[in-house]
């Protein structure tokens, strides 16, 4: 079983569409979270990070439940700009990062 | 803002040949990554180092090596390159957060290198 899991999709949504992807992880001890952004044949880039008590970046909406070990990233009102694949991380206590396998994205108009 | 920079965008090499990737970050930043990137698996770490001439093994070390003799260069090294090395390699770095230790600290990445081992 992976570390980091995702949705593997692809999405492929309307443009003014709202997403949701998903993402758990399987070690407790796990200590932050981010969702980072990949264009195609580009480097990741971090999106936001995601705390314990949700958090929100423009139309962007990053959730943490711990208890579950679950992690969810919401995007509402979809721009062709926002076709990418998404990658969930979750960072370990001494700075090692995991990496989902990423759930790619396609926005059309 | 931080700048990784690795040294080549694509690189063709041969079987048995050493490969030498290299990758220089300006932000003094105490921790450095390589990664490889193969379709449906994601990111895998090889090596990371956390301080000059550290280093440790990430998920899939074999085959690699590393070299951290100053700390804004990390070295990544293909002893006898191989055609299951084919793939794209990607360099980060992240700070610790200085005397404050923040965990909340993201990985910065650079452009990526397209390896192909004929």
């Known amino acids: 079983r992976k570390e980091v899991e995702q949705d593997p999709g692809p999405f492929n949504v309307p443009e003014g569409a709202t997403v949701a992807f998903n993402c758990t992880y399987s070690?407790?001890?796990?200590?932050?979270f981010f969702w980072y952004r990949q264009d195609c044949r580009k480097e990741p880039k971090l999106l936001m990070s995601v705390y314990s008590s949700g958090n929100e970046d423009g139309r962007f909406t990053a959730q943490l439940n711990r208890a579950s070990q679950y992690i969810s990233l919401l995007i509402r009102d979809s721009k062709l700009s926002d076709s990418a694949t998404y990658l969930c991380v979750v960072k370990h206590n001494n700075n090692d990062m995991r990496f989902g396998a990423g759930t790619r994205l396609t926005v059309k108009p | 803002d931080v700048k990784v920079t690795q040294s080549s965008r694509y690189l063709v090499k041969r079987t048995g040949e050493k490969v030498f990737l290299e990758c220089v970050q300006d932000m003094d930043h105490e921790n450095m990554f390589w990664y490889r990137q193969d379709p449906g698996l994601g990111l895998r770490l090889i090596y990371f180092s956390y301080d000059v001439k550290m280093k440790e093994k990430g998920d899939i070390p074999e085959g690699y090596s590393v070299s951290r003799e100053k700390k804004e260069r990390f070295s990544l090294i293909l002893e006898s390159a191989s055609t299951n090395q084919t793939s794209m390699y990607l360099c980060?770095?992240?700070?610790?957060?200085?005397?404050?230790?923040?965990?909340?600290?993201?990985?910065?990445f650079g452009d990526g290198t397209r390896l192909s081992i004929l």
């Open positions: 980060a770095s992240s700070t610790t957060g200085g005397y404050f230790w923040n965990s909340n600290q993201p990985q910065h």
């Open positions: 070690n407790s001890a796990s200590q932050s």
